[in-house]
């Protein structure tokens, strides 16, 4: 089985969570994948071809590079909705993978689609996108469910979403989990601790955008109130994460409370150095109020860091009732005791194991998906 895998919306560092969902996967395959089985054709952009380049080293992986850059957003639409399908036929692909909410509107009937709709945040919360932008997730997001012969939803909160909200047979959905890897590198904390003015255990960690759901303002009147007890805990909040709607207004309220000295803004990290953050972090804090899946709480868990989130979308769901959480994601005060107690604890907190997001699991998923896929579309 030949399996096309579009990587053409990757935009590198870019667009956060999804990007870290797309390299795991891909290291799932790479790790398990049997070339007697299955091979992988991976449909690049100019502009993100190099950071796939140690997959190339096994046969299992080839590239096709379209002449496109994943930054020029029209052209990589009218690519893949024009010209990706063709370059599918040529390389004798069996069946394509689209890891986002995409699908040729002119397509080969032979080439069964996969896809992956991670939320449906559009519809939920459209005052955050442009009309344009709205007017397209939602003709995108219909027509590629209702016509791709299978859905990968990342959550059960996804599926149920979908089936809600677009009308989906349940039987064309099929839940699978983010896989979950890349946390076994770290850099040197020392380093960290220099350049962010930190010290180990003495500082709060969350890895969010700037969007308005993720609901950072809360967590910013927090560490205000934080300040002006006379506590002797960590006063200091590292943020890191690609920016967003509200980041000049995150950045304003910053200074408005007066906690430029206990806010550190990192900007986009490399995994090592966000590994390193989780590990010596007291607490991992993640207020967000919608995620399709929400890996961050996920990843500070498996690293020993206890986490405090909420209970809303899918994150409850995902981090299997094994974190702390608040009722109520935008009030204060919860979010100030919650951090108190915690801050109280002797006991140290133990790695928490995910097991149903282990790569290889995952690839097991994946695989299983493709083939009955295929033999169904025969």
């Known amino acids: 089985m030949k399996v096309g895998i579009d990587l053409l919306w990757l935009k590198v560092g870019k667009v956060g969570g999804t990007e870290s969902y797309a390299r795991n996967f891909l290291d799932g395959f790479y790790e398990f994948a049997d070339e007697n089985s299955c091979s992988f054709v991976l449909f690049l952009a100019q502009d993100n071809v190099d950071t796939f380049d140690k997959y190339f080293a096994k046969s299992t992986f080839r590239k096709v590079v379209l002449p496109i850059k994943s930054e020029n957003v029209v052209a990589r639409i009218f690519a893949e909705n024009f010209v990706l399908d063709r370059y599918a036929k040529n390389e004798g692909i069996d069946l394509m993978f689209v890891p986002v909410y995409s699908k040729p509107l002119m397509k080969n009937r032979r080439i069964p689609y996969v896809i992956t709709i991670h939320d449906l945040q559009a519809l939920h919360y459209p005052e955050y996108f442009s009309k344009l932008k709205n007017l397209w997730l939602r003709f995108a997001w219909r027509r590629c469910a209702t016509t791709a012969e299978k859905i990968v939803a990342i959550s059960n909160f996804v599926k149920d979403d979908i089936i809600k909200m677009l009308h989906i047979d349940p039987n064309k959905i099929e839940v699978i989990y983010n896989p979950v890897s890349g946390l076994d590198k770290f850099v040197d904390f020392d380093e960290l601790r220099k350049k962010y003015k930190i010290q180990e255990r003495g500082y709060y960690y969350t890895v969010c955008s700037m969007l308005p759901h993720k609901n950072l303002k809360t967590l910013l009147y927090v560490i205000k109130k934080i300040k002006d007890q006379p506590l002797d805990i960590p006063k200091k909040l590292v943020i890191s994460g690609i920016g967003g709607k509200s980041e000049t207004e995150i950045k304003n309220l910053i200074d ?123």
Do not use: H, Q
Not at 315 to 338: H, Q, R, S
Not at 341 to 361: G, K, Q
């Open 256 to 378: 408005e409370l007066g906690i430029a000295d206990e806010v550190v803004i990192t900007g986009f990290i490399s995994n090592e150095e966000r590994n390193t953050l989780y590990k010596n972090a007291k607490i991992f804090l993640f207020p967000s109020i919608f995620e399709g899946f929400g890996m961050p709480p996920v990843e500070a868990m498996m690293l020993g860091t206890p986490v405090i989130t909420t209970k809303k979308a899918s994150l409850y769901e995902v981090t299997k009732g094994k974190a702390f959480y608040v009722d109520d994601p935008y009030n204060i005060d919860e979010w100030f005791m919650c951090i108190s107690e915690l801050n109280s604890w002797t006991r140290p907190f133990n790695i928490v194991a995910f097991e149903e997001y282990d790569i290889r699991t995952i690839y097991k998923e994946y695989i299983k998906l493709f083939e009955v896929t295929v033999r169904n579309d025969i």
